[in-house]
């Protein structure tokens, strides 16, 4: 006889995470507004967000698409500037044209996300990894020269583009971590989802499944890049002003190194890295010299005790955890059961 | 239902495939034998899409394949069951076998899985069992499932007796005659050439990249150059 293991719904698990999610939201903003927060940290905590979204979508195309891209700051470029140019030059209230602008900052880097994905994608490993950085140079320095050449007065190269509004809040940058995270979590629950990890797992055995791999790769690599694109909208409203040099090679390894640390293929390695490495700088500014000292011995110490990053491929569910707590009494009850059941 | 013409397949420079040319009809076994390198493998590939031939054609029920993408030709019924069973070590079995019906309508899905289930009751014990912790013959019982959740005509099989203890050996291939007799047309590539001509209704014996002999299995096993060659005297 065995006792029928209970698992919470599905609404039902929606509903939780959506219910505990809005209160630390509420919490945060009510914080905030009461002074219990500063501003300085509320700026920290709007960072530590944007930076959750960036490692959660590169973690699409390393972690679950299993390749190696490092021009993730081109792809966050994009959003960025395609946000800031719309807001300043729409004549739009700012209230109106940030979420637009957010919409076709992702949408913009998604395009440059397909483009980049179909010649880029056909190679494998390091390779990809090489031209995608090639990429990221060429879009970063496009930014850098497009007025000049075309005589526009676009991105101001650079002299940066100044003036964006800053319309980006502790609430809307957790709204956009929020749908990034369960557009993602829903994505790779799917039928499409698997099929990107199967590539993952074993090229030629997706292929002979049936699955149309360059369709999925460029599906996964052009996930990535939308949700880059969004937190580079974000990034434009929270600084106010753009500058192509903050999105060069080094920004894009930052956030492979949230990626890596958390775990690849852990959407909640990638929140929680994203979130201790962007606090650690600013907490250890006390100590201003050492601070990238300690920063490096984290990554190192991490890397020697657990190679695949703190959370490996774990990906942390409450409702899992839930329904191992609630399921706890009855099989102690079964297991006299199955005893009688054997004598019997 | 597969007729192949005249396919030449290069490495590079380096020629893999020398002319071949070789049929497959309805509801047959027919075996591919032939020691390492002699490009057994790299004919399933190229029927399959994964490599690709400069010349001749290939034909599967009626239809040219010969420069289809892989996924269309899986979508025809014609399923390959890849060298060293690949299988996907992180997912379970149940989803294994759900990657392997990614072409069938998903209304046969149930039928399909039964179906598996049914020839393989090892594998619904460990349905929910992460697939890279199989043992070597589950993970090609799993592998072949796969296989036939895409409901093929014809199944390619690429050594399925490889590393495998020769008792699972002979549950592997009675479970490929068991198929054959339900109506799949089966394709096989073996290096155990006394097993593989044993169930074979008809063989092709390649040797670097041609095939030398071409006969019914029977007439095969006896024949006095190829024991001395395969089957060890």
């Known amino acids: ?95 109106v044209s940030f979420p637009i602008g957010l919409v076709l900052g992702a949408l913009s880097a998604g395009i440059f996300g397909i483009l980049i994905g179909i ?92 699955i149309n791999i360059t369709y999925y790769k460029v599906l996964g690599f052009t996930a990535s890049a939308v949700f880059a694109g969004l937190a580079g909208a974000l990034y434009a409203g929270y600084l106010g002003i753009l500058n192509p040099s903050s999105f060069g090679f080094m920004k894009s390894i930052e956030i492979l190194v949230m990626v890596v640390l958390g775990g690849m293929g852990s959407m909640v390695g990638s929140v929680l890295s994203a979130t201790v490495l962007t606090a650690i700088p600013e907490l250890l500014r006390a100590f201003s010299e050492y601070r990238m000292i300690v920063y490096s011995l984290l990554l190192i110490t991490v890397m020697i005790f657990k190679p695949s ?28 059961h199955k005893a009688g059941d054997k004598n019997g | 239902m597969l007729e192949v013409q005249n396919i030449n397949v290069f490495y590079g420079n380096i020629q893999a495939i020398r002319d071949i040319s070789f049929s497959v009809e309805d509801g047959e076994i027919v075996t591919l034998i032939g020691a390492n390198g002699a490009g057994k493998s790299t004919i399933l590939k190229s029927i399959s899409g994964l490599l690709r031939s400069k010349t001749g054609d290939i034909t599967f029920d009626g239809k040219s394949i010969k420069g289809t993408a892989p996924h269309k030709i899986v979508a025809q019924g014609l399923a390959h069951v890849p060298e060293g069973r690949r299988v996907f070590l992180q997912m379970t079995v149940e989803e294994n076998l759900d990657m392997g019906a ?31 912790t199989l043992s070597g013959g589950e993970q090609q019982m799993l592998a072949m499932g796969r296989g036939l959740m895409s409901q093929p005509k014809l199944m390619m099989l690429d050594e399925p007796s490889m590393g495998l203890a020769p008792i699972l050996v002979e549950q592997i291939f009675d479970i490929i005659q068991e198929l054959n007799r339900a109506g799949t047309t089966i394709l096989l590539v073996e290096q155990n050439a006394q097993m593989a001509l044993s169930i074979a209704n008809r063989g092709y014996v390649l040797e670097t990249g041609q095939i030398v002999f071409h006969a019914p299995s029977s007439e095969l096993l006896t024949n006095d150059a190829v024991q001395k060659a395969y089957l060890g005297g």
Do not use: W
């Not at chain 1, 990809?128 to 000049?148: H, Q």
């Not at chain 1, 749908?179 to 799917?190: E, Q, V, Y």
């Open chain 1, 1 to 95: 006889m065995k006792q029928a293991y209970k698992k919470i719904p599905m609404p039902v698990r929606y509903a939780i995470n959506t219910l505990l999610f809005a209160a630390f939201l509420i919490i945060g903003v009510s914080l905030i507004q009461s002074g219990a927060i500063s501003k300085y940290f509320t700026k920290v905590l709007m960072l530590i967000g944007i930076n959750i979204i960036l490692a959660v979508s590169l973690n699409i195309a390393t972690g679950y698409l299993g390749q190696l891209p490092l021009g993730h700051a081109g792809f966050m470029a994009v959003g960025a500037y395609t946000a800031a140019i719309f807001m300043t030059r729409s004549g739009l209230d700012p209230s």
């Open chain 1, 119 to 210: 010649p880029a994608l056909r190679l494998k490993g390091d390779y990809l990894a090489i031209i995608t950085l090639g990429f990221g140079e060429i879009i970063r320095v496009v930014l850098l020269n497009i007025d000049s050449v075309l005589g526009f007065k676009l991105t101001y190269g650079a002299a940066s583009l100044k003036s964006i509004p800053k319309e980006t809040t502790f609430l809307n940058t957790f709204l956009c971590v929020g749908i990034a995270c369960l557009l993602i979590h829903t994505m790779m629950k799917s039928r499409h989802g698997r099929a990107v990890l199967s590539i993952r797992e074993n090229e030629i055995a997706a292929e002979s499944c049936g």
């Open chain 1, 309 to 336: 990053g703190l959370m490996g491929q774990y990906d942390f569910s409450l409702s899992r955890i839930l329904e191992k707590v609630f399921n706890r009494k009855p099989t102690r009850d079964t297991t006299n």
């Open chain 2, 102 to 132: 990614f072409t069938a309508p998903r209304a046969t899905f149930e039928d399909s899985i039964a179906n598996v289930y049914e020839r393989f009751p090892r594998l619904k014990e460990r349905r929910r069992q992460i697939a890279g």
